[in-house]
């Protein structure tokens, strides 16, 4: 599986967009980009993937780069509950996910 | 759905004592996944279930861990003779197994300390 890069803390004000980085360069063809994301003493959750062509769901959008060497995770209005390690995965092994050490997100009021 | 179960929530136990815990998946999943995490640590894979049949063992499954899905329904992960070094919260998902791009569910795992 292609080798993530995310930052490793960021910080956002509550009500405005969040902005997650991630970036994957030897990612190949058939190899899906996930977002995962930890609240604190929980498991993690599922956000949303993407092969190709962005995605939005009811939770976030995930834009990838044309060459999809980086992708970006938008969570359109963050809330405090947002407050979360959130994890870019990417796997062509429907499987096994390899998590990184994540981007931990603080959203302040 | 119900979410994915786990059970117990937390363990203390004493080193050398055998710990059993045990997972039950979303009922119509067919894959049952067992991961652990160590603190400050993303989530690392041991062992991976399709319905009743064990498909892949991490090699962070040491032969002192034994994991076992019975009918393709709930998951046990066992661990023998426990050492200090085993002390992570043990976490079990479960997915329906489409051919890529599927979702995992996780479940809120099960804290071990050992002393």
């Known amino acids: 599986d292609a080798k993530t890069t995310q930052p490793p803390s960021m910080d956002c004000a509550e009500g405005r967009a969040a902005n997650l980085p991630c970036n994957h360069s030897?990612?190949?063809?058939?190899?899906?980009v996930y977002w995962y994301r930890q609240i604190h003493s929980q498991g993690p959750q599922y956000i949303i993937h993407?092969?190709?062509n962005n995605e939005t769901n009811e939770m976030a959008s995930l834009i990838i780069t044309e060459d999809r060497k980086s992708s970006t995770l938008i969570l359109p209005h963050a809330t405090l509950r947002d407050t979360a390690v959130y994890y870019c995965?990417?796997?062509?092994?429907?499987?096994?996910?390899?998590f990184g050490a994540g981007t931990t997100v603080t959203v302040r009021a | 759905d119900t979410g994915v179960s786990q059970n117990p929530r937390h363990k203390i136990t004493k080193r050398g004592q055998n710990v059993t815990f045990r997972c039950d998946p979303i009922?119509?999943?067919?894959?049952l996944y067992w991961y652990r995490q160590t603190l400050g640590q993303g989530p690392e894979f041991l062992t991976y279930?399709?319905?009743?049949?064990?498909?892949?063992k991490s090699r962070l499954l040491s032969d002192r861990f034994s994991a076992e899905r019975p009918k393709g329904s709930f998951s046990t992960l066992e661990i023998q003779r426990t050492e200090q070094g085993d002390s992570a919260m043990y976490l079990c998902?479960?997915?329906?197994?489409?051919?890529?791009?599927?979702?995992?569910?996780f479940g809120s795992g099960t804290q071990l300390s050992v002393l």
């Open positions: 998902a479960s997915s329906l197994g489409r051919a890529g791009g599927e979702k995992l569910f």
């Open positions: 030897t990612i190949s063809g058939n190899e899906y």
């Open positions: 993407g092969l190709k």
């Open positions: 995965i990417v796997r062509i092994y429907d499987y096994k996910l390899s």
């Open positions: 009922s119509e999943h067919n894959r």
């Open positions: 279930f399709q319905n009743e049949a064990q498909l892949e």
